[in-house]
């Protein structure tokens, strides 16, 4: 069974920084690209970043450039997203979702609520 | 940027049929995907790739992609159907993932 679950998550201030992970089981880690989508309070989902099986390529959405970094270890079997200078929108809850390049995201995890305030 | 719109909501009585809009530039030459969120939960994959369903969702869940608009077609509607829905491409401009406004589904 297919299981991602992330941790991490929590209150930081603004201009603060956190790093969330995601532990993933059931599935060959290091075959599939990963990805992190948040999801604000009472909004829509918004994908934050990609990354490639190896790691040798990342995209993120232009919002988050330059303040958060993905990264995985495939010898752990986890992914990661550093968040440096957090906003307040930057207030969401957080999901580590298992993809393929350009297909679909196929499994999700419950995600990591992270709370930017002062 | 590329922006994919849908109808904030949609209401529906019971064993009608559900339609939702995802409107985007030339939609038809990508790849359109479907989840459904209810409240306090993750998504979960409907449709992808513009009609085919994962194991596990009923044929009651379709979908369709041309032009510039991609459809989400849910037939005989259960209350356990209402949620939001998202639809999703990928953007091979700027090798990004897009998600659409999404769409309240609402039974009546």
């Known amino acids: 069974e297919v299981q991602l679950v992330e941790s991490g998550g929590g209150l930081v201030q603004p201009g603060g920084s956190l790093r969330l992970s995601c532990a993933a089981s059931?599935?060959?880690?290091?075959?599939?690209?990963m990805s992190w989508v948040r999801q604000a309070p009472g909004k829509g989902l918004e994908w934050v970043a990609n990354?490639?099986?190896?790691?040798?390529?990342?995209y993120y959405v232009d919002s988050v450039k330059g303040r958060f970094t993905i990264s995985r270890d495939n010898a752990k079997n986890s992914l990661y997203l550093q968040m440096n200078s957090l906003r307040a929108e930057d207030t969401a809850v957080y999901y580590c979702?298992?993809?393929?390049?350009?297909?679909?995201?196929?499994?999700w995890g419950q995600g990591t609520l992270v709370t930017v305030s002062s | 940027s590329y922006v994919l719109t849908q109808p904030p909501s949609v209401s529906v009585a019971p064993g009608q049929t559900a339609r939702i809009t995802c409107g985007g530039n030339?939609?038809?030459?990508?790849?359109v995907h479907w989840y459904q969120q209810k409240p306090g939960q993750a998504p979960v994959l409907v449709v992808y790739?513009?009609?085919d369903r994962p194991s596990g969702i009923p044929e009651r869940f379709s979908g369709s992609n041309s032009g510039n608009t991609a459809t989400l077609t849910i037939s005989r509607v259960e209350a356990g159907d209402e949620a939001d829905y998202y639809c999703?491409?990928?953007?091979?401009?700027?090798?990004?993932?897009?998600f659409g406004t999404g769409t309240k589904v609402t039974v009546l």
């Open positions: 990354i490639k099986q190896d790691g040798s390529e990342k």
């Open positions: 999703q491409v990928w953007d091979s401009s700027s090798d990004h993932q897009v």
């Open positions: 030339n939609i038809g030459s990508k790849s």
């Open positions: 059931g599935f060959t880690f290091s075959s599939y690209w």
């Open positions: 979702a298992r993809c393929q390049y350009s297909s679909p995201i196929d499994y």
């Open positions: 790739d513009d009609s």
